[in-house]
């Protein structure tokens, strides 16, 4: 699997999650939705009580939904998630072969509907057989029309229908009690109430019309004849993608389903649900607008902590987090800006590599991935490891726009504190490999020795010294020289050699805009 990284995956492309997505991408956050392509309302040719869509065909307004969020950049791609797991730096989303790593989630996959245990009720669902009367009530009004009660609440339905039709049939499934004042109020209002279970519904076919209901046949041996059916289903919430991650849940009138606040937000600060798989009565409008605040509450969550960020990038001793997870603290620095560096490589790698024959190449900490991309250019097969997936994903985007083929660069996500690789590689290179928070810097530098082939070279370019814009912690810090690197490194001398320990002076210019000469330390030890 490779990961995809971004800032909001919406898993579901109904009205709920792609109003999620229209916010989110209006906002200008890198979306993907997933959609597995089987919309509850499939089954219906009309949707009613939609102001300004009212009668269009619900694929119909999703795929209109698809072409607006697309206009601000969003991704639509079908998929079905099987598995969710997140940690304290996002969540990550596998579907099949795709595995996708984003800063927030919002599940928006609906419900599915389960029906009375009739013969004859699933072939005509969405048709002949209904289950909303606001949403196909008027389209049957005055016919023959049955109501199966299947479960107690399915009275309240039967009260309602009798709205659109005074010719009324109610018929009860065994084990459903009526309440005595209900069936006095539709007995009074004409309805025509049987307690013998519905055992088929009949259909004739019409050449003009199809196959179309016709009758309940009821275990009594009578045959009611009908024109339209309403039966309560039994909602199950799409969810089971979610339960590696334990959300909170509760059980109510609609069935067991996510607990979430008023904007949708789970008891996971990431994860978000809306429409129906969490309220699965709700109709088209009332989805797409839990859609909707969940979108722009979930791009608020996400400036949020952008602000953060900044804050931390451009002063690091106000940071709120001095002891934070280093994953946490450089995806944050990454997914919290626009690009952060130049996209230019390293002058000393550059001036380095330029002298060696092309072979394998791997980069530590690669940030944006510019020094990586330039060896690939360069005829290197490069790989490049950082621990933030937005620093890599932007990596990987760049090599694609200037056309490096996919092959030449293995890219990877990983904490090189826990990354274990066995390759072998002629040029291992290491560019400012500092961190305000936890960093076993010579630890990782010994391990990325080891995987030096004969031969080949270890490049390690630090400062040396603060740049101007630093904070104060870092002008407070102490940066090795290149020879007390050599110390620090502790190497054996019998199988390394230093070819080169100096320090290089270079222009550059800070994020407050100020230009400064700096100095980095260069260092190359060839492993004989």
């Not at 334990?246 to 067991?256: E, F, H, I, K, N």
């Amino acid at each position: 699997m490779e990961d995809e990284t971004w800032d909001v995956v919406v898993v579901g492309g109904g009205a709920a999650g792609l109003s999620a997505a229209l916010m989110l991408g209006r906002a200008r956050r890198r979306v993907l939705v997933l959609d597995a392509g089987s919309p509850r309302n499939r089954f219906a040719a009309h949707m009613h009580g939609v102001l300004g869509h009212d009668g269009l065909d619900p694929l119909e307004l999703l795929a209109r939904g698809r072409a607006e969020v697309a206009a601000y950049g969003v991704e639509v791609r079908p998929g079905t998630v099987d598995h969710v797991t997140q940690d304290e730096d996002g969540v990550t989303v596998e579907a099949g072969e795709d595995r996708h790593r984003a800063r927030a989630l919002v599940v928006a996959t609906g419900a599915r509907d389960e029906l009375p245990d009739v013969p004859g009720l699933p072939e005509h669902w969405g048709t002949g057989v209904l289950h909303c009367p606001y949403c196909h009530g008027w389209e049957v009004r005055d016919q023959r029309l049955a109501v199966i009660v299947s479960a107690p609440g399915a009275t309240h339905q039967a009260e309602l229908v009798r709205q659109w039709s005074d010719r009324l049939t109610v018929v009860v499934t065994p084990g459903v009690t009526i309440d005595d004042d209900v069936r006095r109020r539709l007995l009074a209002r004409g309805a025509d109430v049987v307690d013998s279970p519905v055992v088929e519904v009949a259909a004739v076919h019409d050449e003009v019309r199809g196959a179309r209901i016709d009758a309940l046949v009821t275990q009594d041996g009578k045959r009611r004849p009908v024109d339209a059916v309403f039966a309560a289903t039994a909602p199950r919430p799409v969810d089971g993608f979610l339960d590696g991650l334990r959300l909170a849940r509760s059980v109510g009138p609609t069935g067991d389903v996510l607990d979430v606040d008023a904007n949708g937000r789970t008891s996971s600060p990431r994860v978000w649900a809306v429409g129906n798989v969490v309220e699965p009565h709700a109709p088209v409008p009332v989805a797409a607008a839990a859609g909707t605040r969940a979108g722009a509450q979930v791009n608020g969550v996400l400036v949020e902590q952008d602000a953060a960020a900044a804050l931390s990038a451009h002063d690091p001793t106000r940071h709120a987090w001095p002891d934070a997870a280093p994953a946490s603290f450089w995806e944050e620095r990454y997914a919290g800006s626009e690009r952060i560096w130049s996209g230019r490589p390293n002058a000393a790698l550059v001036a380095v590599a330029a002298t060696l024959t092309p072979g394998r190449s791997l980069d530590l900490g690669c940030g944006e991935g510019a020094d990586v991309v330039w060896l690939a250019q360069q005829g290197w097969r490069a790989a490049g490891v950082d621990i933030s997936p937005t620093a890599v994903d932007r990596g990987r985007q760049a090599a694609r726009a200037l056309g490096v083929p996919d092959d030449r660069i293995e890219w990877t996500v990983a904490d090189l504190s826990a990354w274990h690789d066995e390759g072998a590689y002629d040029l291992v290179s290491a560019s400012f490999l500092h961190s305000p928070v936890t960093l076993d810097r010579t630890t990782l530098l010994r391990r990325a020795a080891a995987r030096v082939a004969p031969g080949g070279r270890l490049l390690v370019v630090s400062h040396a010294a603060a740049p101007p814009w630093a904070g104060a912690d870092a002008h407070e810090h102490h940066f090795l020289t290149p020879d007390e690197e050599v110390a620090e490194l502790a190497l054996d001398a019998d199988r390394w050699e230093v070819e080169l320990a100096e320090v290089r002076a270079r222009r550059a210019v800070g994020p407050d805009g100020r230009e400064a000469e700096l100095d980095d330390g260069v260092l190359v030890l060839r492993r004989r």
